[in-house]
């Protein structure tokens, strides 16, 4: 294994990837699209982050990495860092032990939308889909705002807004373009990695006359599974095989189309989706697309992953999370887990815990609106999560990959444990770490605690991070202590010192 290293200079460029705004956009190194990460399974990582905005802190997290054992690195600001302040610089320094697809973004709260987030891939030479494709293509999905994201957040979280209606995208980006043309051989096959790095919208994906063939979801392998069209919300991934046809006859088109039930009102004139095309023969038209409706919706629970890992089926440890968006005195929409709307600490988590000894187990000491769980270490835990709102939530953990062990179909309230239900639990329940809850639905999430750390799970809707719905898992502090006390490097703790002002975009904080 390597050391790889990437210095990143993260600082404001100019970008017009939809033809419709040039606009600031936070790069890296002068140029957006910023660039992916690569490393191979088992590589040590570097990334040297230095802040050169001006204006904004900011941070990386690595979305969909375990962190075991560097809890530390793991990017969320308050959570397990300080702010990198404007002229601050920052080292992230960890091993990458898991295969698969990923990405990297800000996790100040509102600010990857503004352009900071990436691919994150980690190659496996010990791949069980190795020998199946000839070349592997990235594919990012995104929505796409004209406007900065501290000026929509201040209108969406500091004024009355009691409907709590989400700006909405003004497009769709693929590759962050609209004009994506992928040049495909006859007879190959491709492996393609595809991302939702947006802030808001889930997409439905097809290819035109293609079948895709997933063999991953999230970093973990699965069983092969045949599908029409995908449905990734923010931050969700999927690898798929896609075999070309044998002859140069045609093109076919590909789309992105974003969710539009998240929509409170859609805009006239919204295009809500991004085409691009698997280019045969580029003498040859570029056909438009079909209809959606001409399209299956895949089913993610019908994944079963490869190592068919068996149903934690005794829990150790339940936690529910009772979901709600409501207005609090002021006539701001905020969102709340069991009554509580998250607001940042002005010490990380992380630090905490670190620093008040055998008193780290007692969740009091984390304060009254860190929605804050204790988890002891090896036990299964499972999060129910009751979604009492008509609106559809992407729930991501840090720091693990969860079973799904159920989801309700819309409208159906609160989960209880009824003999049905259990018994349809799957045996071998796919595991992921970003999952869709369905209006006023539910979703029954299991792990293992096996991984010492301070852990976000939030929804990956950036609206709905600033709005509070954020809770988190404080996982065997007492290991945590045993593994980072006294080991915080210096530049990290020299973050403290140098932020002393909130983050953009910070509004129930504070
Ligand atoms: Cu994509 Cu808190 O993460």
Known sequence: SDTVTYDFDVGWVYANPDGAANRPTIGINGKWPI??????????????????????????????????????????????????????????????????????????????????????????????????????????????????????????????????????PNSALVNDTQNLGIKIEPGKTYLFRMINIGAFAAQYVWFEDHTMQIVEV??????????????????QRYSVLITAKNSTNANFAFVGSMDQDLFDVVPDGLNANVTGWLVYDDTKDKPA??????????????????????????????????????????????????????????????????????????????????????????????IVLNNNDPGKHPFHLHGHAFQVVHRSEDEVGAYSANSSIISAFPKSPMRRDTILVRPNGNIVLRFRSDNPGVWLFHCHIEWHVASGLVATMIESPLSIQKQLFGKIPQDHLDACTLSKTPTAGNAAGN
């Not at 999230?218 to 990734?232: F, H, Q, S, V």
Request: proline fraction near 7%; include cysteine; hydrophobic fraction near 35%.
């Open 35 to 168: 660039p992916p990460i690569v490393v191979t399974k088992g590589d040590q990582l570097v990334v040297n982050v230095k802040n050169s905005l001006g204006n904004e802190s900011t941070s990386l997290h690595f979305h969909g990495l375990y962190q075991n054992g560097t809890t530390h690195m793991d990017g969320p600001v308050s959570v397990t860092q300080c702010n990198i302040a404007p002229g601050g610089s920052f080292k992230y320094n960890f091993t990458v032990d898991q295969p698969g697809t990923y990405w990297y973004h800000s996790h100040v709260r509102g600010q990857y939308p503004d352009g900071l987030r990436g691919p994150f891939i980690v190659k496996d030479p010990d791949s069980p889909h190795k020998d199946l494709y000839d070349e592997e293509i990235v594919l990012t999905f995104s929505d796409w705002y004209h406007d900065l994201m501290n000026g929509l957040l201040a209108s969406f979280v500091n004024i009355a807004n009691p409907s709590g209606a989400e700006p909405v």
């Open 218 to 235: 999230d970093g973990i392998y699965t069983e092969p599974k045949d599908a029409e069209m995908l449905y990734l919300t923010a931050a």
């Open 289 to 382: 697309p079909k209809e959606i409706a001409a399209f299956e919706p895949f089913d993610d629970f019908e994944l079963v992953p490869q190592d068919k890992e068996g149903l934690y089926d005794k829990v150790d440890q339940s936690i529910t999370l009772d979901l709600k968006m409501d207005n609090l005195g002021d006539g701001a929409n905020y969102a709340f887990f069991n009554d509580v709307t998250y607001v940042h600490p002005k010490v990380p988590t992380l630090y905490t815990v670190l620093s008040t000894g055998e008193n780290a187990t007692n969740p009091i000491i984390y304060g009254s609106n860190t929605n804050q769980f204790m988890l002891s270490e090896n036990q299964v835990v499972e």
